[in-house]
């Protein structure tokens, strides 16, 4: 069973850029690995996903290893409305989603 | 498209009463979830449904009821509330049944917040 695991906290000031690595030991071969972000009093919300290498989009990008044992989100120029917190997640129980409890992320100004 | 939508936005129950929480998707998609988070914590599977009249149990399903009559609705049935049940409920969508595609990001709802008294 696929399990992830990432940092339980991070902060980091205005302007910065911000990476977060999850760790997932037991992906599978044809698995992707993909990134939500919550804010309070909201459901996830899809970032970015990718299987292999760096993906890259409007938000964010996504740096994954040859060996695909862990991933790296990074977040460009953080401001204060990235305070969130962000969801590393591979498939699992019963081709499931498995959530974590997933890295808070502090900006500061 | 108004996407997943969930209600009500709150519900206090107290012990033993029972109710319904509805989840309805305009997207067409096959795969729809459940899940419920406590304070601090990250999402636990309850029940999950690959198309209409299939489901099935995820990692928390004691105490809870699904059905999948439609493609666009996924009602989530408490039968007997306990204090234990207070949580937020997010209902999730996908466009693809197989979690490892590429096609198959969730779609979340914003939340049912339940208080069992």
């Known amino acids: 069973l696929a399990k992830t695991t990432q940092p339980i906290s991070m902060d980091s000031y205005e302007g910065q850029e911000v990476n977060i690595t999850c760790s997932h030991n037991?992906?599978?071969?044809?698995?992707?690995i993909t990134w939500y972000q919550q804010f309070p009093s909201q459901g996830p919300r899809f970032i970015i996903q990718g299987y292999k290498t760096k993906v890259t989009n409007e938000v964010a990008s996504l740096f994954i290893p040859a060996d695909r044992k862990s991933s790296t989100l990074s977040l460009p120029r953080v401001s204060l409305s990235d305070t969130a917190v962000y969801y590393c997640l591979v498939p699992g129980y019963g081709q499931n989603f498995v959530f974590g409890p997933g890295t808070r992320l502090s900006v500061l100004p | 498209n108004a996407g997943v939508t969930q209600t009500p936005k709150f519900q206090v129950l107290k012990t033993g009463q029972s109710m319904t929480l509805q989840c309805a998707q305009d997207m067409n998609h096959e795969y729809m979830s459940w899940y419920r988070q406590d304070p601090g914590m990250g999402l636990r599977l309850i029940h999950y449904?690959?198309?209409?009249?299939?489901?099935d149990q995820g990692e928390v399903p004691n105490g809870y009821n699904v059905s999948r009559s439609t493609t666009e609705d996924f009602p989530l049935r408490l039968l007997s509330a306990a204090p234990s049940q207070t949580s937020v409920y997010f209902c999730?969508?996908?466009?693809?049944?197989?979690?490892?595609?590429?096609?198959?990001?969730?779609?979340f709802g914003n939340g049912t917040r339940l208080t069992v008294t």
């Open positions: 999730a969508s996908s466009a693809d049944r197989r979690m490892s595609s590429y096609n198959s990001p969730l779609h």
């Open positions: 037991n992906i599978a071969t044809n698995d992707y």
């Open positions: 449904s690959v198309g209409a009249g299939i489901t």
